[in-house]
């Protein structure tokens, strides 16, 4: 309790809930949170310092992409490897050094633009991209015998070759493109394989003689991105969606028109597309100026639907999740929250413009890593239930995930972190953060000067914990008042220089755990 006051006095407890943070930053009310750095609202309606981070994982070499889906998978040196546990790692095989696109769908871990797959049920990583350059093609006929012993012949459905063993790269099912004849270009589907012989439907090909060919087993390139939903795996490059046969990562060219088939739809306008999420059970794509939406359940009744809207930023396409039934992004205009209808910019308390957005999510917290107008690479927190924007230290992370509990964040100086609350209790803890709290001046409007003599902080800290308390008047520099080392709940009480000022700015700088439940003022 306060002690009692002369009446000459005043005094207010500014007991607003602080877990709103940084979205009440213009036009709130006095003592109310500012800006503030390390600090979270997981203690609502207190402001707390943030959980110390723990280490997973501290490659030997740069890692070069990261990926969350049933596992915790890196390409770091050429390698792309699966999290074991803290500091332990297997190696799955090996990739090229260029950026990554990872799809997950079903036991199929699909890496592009490797064009590599791995299947989490046999641990088995396999290329599944072929270029075989033939010489001396036949096309033939099929000649076999029915089940009632009559000779048929299945027309211009065989390709020929000797100089190589089809079987070693084909399977029944796969889309191949035929490249460099004169007639007969074009995507087939496999439907018998032999040693030399490939068989496709009847009349696939016209009477040629074909010296040389190519055939390619590929996905489209470059694939900017790829999510998964209804079975298929969809993706994007330039102004084109395409989607797989389905269940099968690797199979983007079949077009039998069936509901088995590939689908492949070129958005024509300006505008490349910039993001792709599955989102109310279906695929979602984003430009930088409209959402795109795939209604039906296979290629035969697709249809698409453009909305305009703020979109996904160019080169922002790791910042789109999908939150407490909306998608939050990183649009030109700010973080959105999107509801499939409505675009609502949610990020203008944070004050500043951000590009280069890479996102996860735990449900209920949208964790962002941009990069502000000076270049520099910060972490910022929503909190999707309070509202509350909070920010983080700015260590350079360039990838982030979600998987079991915990948030991961790979940093360029090659550490692995779990950020966020503890849930698994995996990971070396690191001590705690430093951090600090700036509190909206102290004014009275209707007084006009005031001349503050004391100020009250109901804090909690535990051990080890050191708070600094420092005051700006008029927002001039800040100058340290107290320092404050206890254990368990206080009320901190900081007597000031009896001074007359219109504003009264407050600041507290933190070394440890600690908890920040209300503020008080007094003046004449």
């Not at 049933?70 to 790692?89: M, P, T």
């Not at 439907?191 to 055939?215: G, H, N, Q, Y």
């Not at 910060?378 to 995930?401: K, R």
């Amino acid at each position: 309790m306060l002690p009692e006051l002369e009446r000459s006095k005043i005094y207010r407890k500014i007991d607003d809930d602080f877990t709103k943070g940084l979205c009440h930053r213009a036009g709130s009310a006095e003592g109310t949170y500012f800006a503030g750095e390390n600090v979270c609202g997981d203690d609502h309606p207190a402001l707390r310092s943030r959980p110390p981070r723990r280490i997973w994982l501290h490659p030997k070499y740069a890692v070069d992409a990261m990926y969350c889906a049933g596992e915790l998978y890196l390409v770091s040196n050429g390698e792309l490897q699966k999290a074991l546990s803290e500091n332990k790692v297997e190696v799955l095989g090996n990739v090229n050094q260029y950026p990554k696109v990872f799809g997950m769908l079903g036991n199929q871990l699909l890496i592009m633009p490797d064009f590599r797959v791995y299947d989490t049920e046999t641990g088995l990583l396999k290329s599944r991209y072929v270029n075989l350059k033939l010489a001396n093609v036949l096309i033939e006929n099929q000649d076999y015998v029915d089940e009632d012993g009559i000779a048929r012949t299945v027309k211009f459905n065989t390709l020929r070759c000797n100089d190589f063993n089809f079987l070693d790269y084909f399977s029944p099912g796969n889309s191949i493109l035929l490249r460099g004849t004169e007639h007969n270009d074009g995507t087939y589907t496999i439907r018998e394989v032999e040693e030399f012989c490939l068989r496709f439907d009847e009349k696939s090909f016209v009477a040629e003689d074909i010296e040389s060919c190519t055939i390619l087993l590929d996905a489209p390139y470059p694939l900017d991105g790829l999510c998964a939903c209804g079975g298929r795996l969809w993706g994007y490059a330039g102004d084109t969606i395409y989607a797989t046969v389905p269940g099968d990562a690797t199979n983007w060219y079949r077009y039998d028109g069936d509901e088995q088939s590939s689908y492949c739809l070129q958005m024509h306008g300006s505008e490349p597309i910039t993001a792709c999420v599955m989102h109310d059970g279906r695929p979602v794509f984003f430009k930088s100026n409209s959402m795109v939406e795939v209604y039906g359940d296979n290629p035969t009744n697709y249809s698409v639907v453009e909305t305009p809207l703020s979109g996904v930023m160019q080169g922002s396409s790791a910042s789109l999740c999908s939150v407490d039934g909306d998608m939050l992004y990183l649009s030109p205009n700010g973080v959105v929250r999107c509801s499939g209808s409505t675009a609502t910019v949610i990020s203008e308390s944070l004050g500043v413009h951000l590009k280069d957005g890479i996102a996860t999510t735990d449900g209920r917290k949208y964790y962002l890593s941009a990069v502000d107008p000076d270049g520099k690479r910060g972490l910022y927190i929503y909190d999707t239930v309070t509202g509350a924007w909070h920010t983080e230290d700015g260590e350079e992370i360039i990838a982030l995930g979600y998987l079991r509990g915990d948030v991961y964040a790979c940093t360029s100086d090659r550490f692995v972190y779990i950020i966020g609350q503890n849930k698994t209790g995996n990971g070396i803890v690191q001590g705690p953060p430093l951090s600090y709290i700036e509190f909206h001046p102290l004014n009275d409007d209707a007084r006009g000067e005031i001349v503050p003599v004391r100020l009250g902080v109901r804090v909690q800290c535990e051990l080890g914990s050191v708070l600094t308390l420092s005051v700006s008047y008029d927002g001039g520099r800040w100058e340290q008042r107290a320092t404050l080392e206890c254990v368990g709940s206080k009320l901190w009480y900081v007597p000031l220089q009896p001074r007359a000022c219109h504003t009264l700015g407050i600041r507290i700088d933190g070394d440890g755990d600690y908890r920040v439940l209300s503020v008080i003022k007094e003046y004449k």
